[in-house]
Every structure is written in structure tokens, then in C-alpha cells.
């Protein structure tokens, strides 16, 4: 007997969520009926809610109105997430599922590391997921469901992403102790972690890095978005209702 995946009346904020993994992921989600709050980064020309918006609408244009919103917040700061959070809840009154997606890349190898590049990694895609978290902690119902998207980077450790790997890293533990924290309200933190994908970031790694990368992996290439966001549609879904604290690898068989 087939089980179809339905997130009808139910509500999934995305951040990062106008392109790449977290345009995807807005559309799967919204696919399987949910409504979508996608967050992006006030960038001063308005380009990335330009990005945002061209998603929602591109929700709605399949889903009716009022499917999607976007919400400003840049997430290395707790003050705007807060914010952000509350003003999701005046929209659609619920919050049912958070995918941690805003990231960001300043590759460099440490010696040439400048403090800047590290911290605003660090603050982007570690201390951004934690405000996010924490917000999700305190005002998420009970049977809320948390992804945080981590990267392969955070066990393999490639030359010259200290700030991205050790980010990830972290992404990864404090994923395990809000599984064991927020059990207890039955709200189900889980992690993915892809390997490179076909989006924007993953073709601004230079030609002759991504031939050496596709020889290491069994697949033989790098994944679509939809790969990526499939999974975390299972991880919101129902039929992973006895996993929290886990790390879904999804990198083609990408190993030592």
C-alpha cells in the first residue's frame, strides 16, 4: 500500500530559501501541500528579495494564494530572527517544520584566512542555525520538525574550508543535543548533509576542482537540488516519525 506525503495545513519557514537547496526545498515542501515562510539576507540592492519573491510567486502561481511569503532576517543576528519568527506566527498563526539552509562559502586555505572570513562563516552557518533553533525551541508546537543542512565537508574536511567545515561540524552536534532537549515537546531535530550540488554555490567551485571531485564519487556526478530537498521532505514527513538526532549523508557514495 502506498503512503503519499501530506503537509496540508501545516507551515515550513525555509531560510536561504530563494535559491539553490532552499529554492528547491520550498518547492518540494510546497508540493506536498504545506505553506511556505521563505527568509533571505537583506543585502543592500535588494537582489536577494528579488530572488525570494520570484520563489514565492512561483509558489503561488502553483498553489494558490497566500502559499508563500518572504520574511527579511539576516540570521547571524538573534534580534531579526526573533522578529522574523514572530512575524511568521501573526501570518499563518502555526510553525511546523524549520530547515536551517542560509549558508554561505569564504574558502581560503588558514594561512591566508582572514578573521572576517572565518567569522562570518562561523556566524552564518553555525550561530545562524543556533538563533534559528532556539527560536524554533520556544515557540513551535509540539510535533514540530527541525532540519538543519549540514555538508560533507563536515566529515571529510576539504582543503581550505576550516570556517565552512568547522561550521558544519558544529551544525552537526548541536543537532544531536536539540534532539535530546526537545524530545521531550516531540519535536524531531534531524540533519542532512549533501555533498556538492548543481546549485549557484556548487558552480563557483573552479572547473578543474569539480573534475577532481567527480573521480571520487561512485555516482560519477554531482547532485540536482531535488535530491537533496526529497530527503528533507521525508524528514518533515510522517514516515520518519521515530527519527530525531540523525544525519541523512547524501553525497553519491563520496567517501575517503
Known amino acids: 500500500m502506498s503512503r503519499n506525503i501530506d503537509l496540508s495545513q501545516q507551515v515550513a519557514l525555509v ?3 530563494g535559491q539553490g537547496i532552499g529554492r528547491q526545498t520550498a518547492l518540494t515542501l510546497a508540493g506536498a501541500g504545506a505553506n511556505i515562510a521563505i527568509n533571505y539576507f537583506p543585502d543592500s540592492d535588494g537582489r536577494n528579495q528579488s ?21 527579511a532576517a539576516d540570521v547571524r543576528d538573534a534580534t531579526q530572527v526573533a522578529a522574523m519568527y514572530d512575524a511568521i506566527q501573526q501570518r499563518f498563526s502555526r ?45 513551535m508546537a509540539p510535533g514540530g520538525r527541525i532540519v538543519n543542512v549540514a555538508s560533507l565537508a563536515a566529515v571529510m574536511g576539504f582543503f581550505g574550508q576550516a570556517n565552512y567545515a568547522a561550521a558544519k561540524s558544529g551544525v552537526l552536534g548541536l543537532t544531536k543535543v536539540l534532539a535530546r532537549e526537545l524530545a521531550r515537546s516531540n519535536i524531531r531535530v534531524n540533519a542532512v548533509a549533501p555533498g556538492v550540488v548543481d546549485t549557484e554555490m556548487g558552480q563557483s ?9 567527480l573521480q571520487q564519487i561512485p555516482l560519477a556526478r554531482f547532485a540536482e537540488p531535488r535530491e537533496i ?25 563520496w567517501w575517503f
Open 51 to 71: 530572488i525570494a519573491s520570484a520563489t514565492a510567486q512561483e509558489i503561488i502561481a502553483a498553489c494558490g494564494p497566500g502559499t508563500a511569503e518572504t520574511f
Open 95 to 139: 510553525l511546523d517544520v524549520v530547515v536551517n539552509n542560509a549558508g554561505i562559502l569564504r574558502d581560503r586555505s588558514i594561512k591566508k584566512m582572514s578573521l572576517d572570513e572565518w567569522s562570518s562563516v562561523i556566524d552564518t552557518n553555525l550561530s545562524g542555525v543556533f538563533h534559528s533553533c532556539q527560536q524554533a525551541a520556544l515557540k
Open 15 to 17: 531560510t536561504g530559501g
Open 205 to 213: 567551485i573552479p572547473e578543474e576542482n569539480r573534475k577532481l571531485m
Open 229 to 253: 530537498s526529497d530527503v528533507i521532505l521525508f524528514l518533515v514527513s510522517d514516515l520518519s516519525t521515530y527519527m530525531t538526532g540523525q544525519t541523512l549523508h547524501v553525497n553519491g557514495g
